[in-house]
């Protein structure tokens, strides 16, 4: 794709959508986050070899939301620490060998790394939710009547325990930790940092779960359409609505203004999967300190310059 399709960059600047939180948002959340309290902190660590000299690689099993098994890979750098805490995020069905090896590589830029896996997505993190509507495809549907069901309920308390567990490490230094991701994991990442206490710095790569209601409008490509095809299935308009109604608690548009770190975010103008929109109206809801990058001939993909400046970014806050 040649052009940007969507708004012109000067406008994407000042792209700043009315919330459309419920009225009951915030007691959501603060609802959501007291069970997952009530679920005891517990997990395991099992040393997997990895043929890298330098760093220590274990398999992590913990407990998520209503007590999902959940695993990830932790990369610890060679000595005692405490070590920066970095928590790992993926894209959406994506984190493939690929991702350990990140994961390692951060631990060689002297971070403790915790990759979470998706439940349901990848590797043996289970989703124990029984869901009694949705799901034509994928996950983006699944539970979608009730906000009290929809999957990424657990998936983001999945991500705010993920935290609790990298900070409850003796090798990890609690006061500086840092949540990163793209896409999905862009998502996961506000999410957590508006849903937490314990990052001090997110960095967001094109954060998805923004601004629903644009991106069924508009998105040409990617797991947004399973939105689409889920209301092209129902042909009931009283059913979309239910269902926009849901995803309003998960949009992280909505999200944004409860995130308190620094927060960096990266887009490029041609992305087809997370529109520039939809990350500008996160974005420019965020009322932390914050900054943006924007790539004009990048779409959904991993962007040189901005690893570059993500890198810069952690290293002056976690380990300065």
């Not at 997370?274 to 959904?300: D, M, Q, W």
């Amino acid at each position: 794709m040649a052009q940007p399709y969507d708004l012109p960059l000067s406008e994407l600047e000042k792209y700043k959508p009315p919330l459309t939180r419920q009225p009951d948002f915030d007691a959501f959340w603060d609802r959501t986050l007291r069970e997952l309290a009530e679920t005891p902190l517990s997990v395991e660590l099992t040393p997997h070899d990895y043929p890298a000299r330098g760093v220590r690689l274990f398999k992590v099993v913990y407990s998520g939301f209503r007590g999902a098994t959940i695993q990830g890979w932790l990369a610890l750098p060679e000595g005692e620490g405490p070590f920066p805490g970095l928590m790992l995020y993926h894209g959406y069905n994506w984190a493939m060998e690929g991702q350990i090896h990140d994961t390692v590589n951060w631990a060689l830029h002297g971070y403790a790394a915790f990759l979470m896996l998706c439940r349901g997505q990848q590797g043996e993190s289970a989703d124990n939710t029984v869901y009694s509507h949705g799901a034509q495809a994928g996950w983006m549907s699944k539970g979608i009547l009730s906000e009290d069901e929809y999957y990424y309920r657990g998936v983001y308390m999945d991500a705010v325990r993920a935290l609790e567990v990298l900070a409850s490490l003796d090798q990890v230094d609690r006061t500086r930790i840092g949540v990163s991701g793209g896409s999905q994991g862009g998502a996961l990442t506000l999410a957590a940092a508006a849903l937490s206490d314990i990052p001090v710095v997110a960095a967001a790569d094109y954060p998805y779960l923004a601004h629903f209601e644009r991106a069924i409008d508009i998105t040409p490509s990617g797991p947004y359409l399973e939105l689409n095809e889920f209301f092209r299935r129902n042909g009931d308009p009283e059913i979309e609505a239910r269902a926009k109604r849901t995803l309003s608690y998960f949009d992280v548009m909505n999200l944004a203004p409860r995130v308190k770190c620094r927060t960096w975010v990266s887009i490029g103008l041609v992305d087809t999967i997370t529109p520039p929109s939809t990350v500008f109206a996160a974005y420019n809801h965020l009322n932390c300190e914050k900054s943006i990058s924007v790539f004009r001939y990048f779409g959904h993909e991993y962007i040189p310059r901005a690893h570059e400046q993500r890198l810069r970014l952690l290293l002056e806050t976690l380990q300065p």
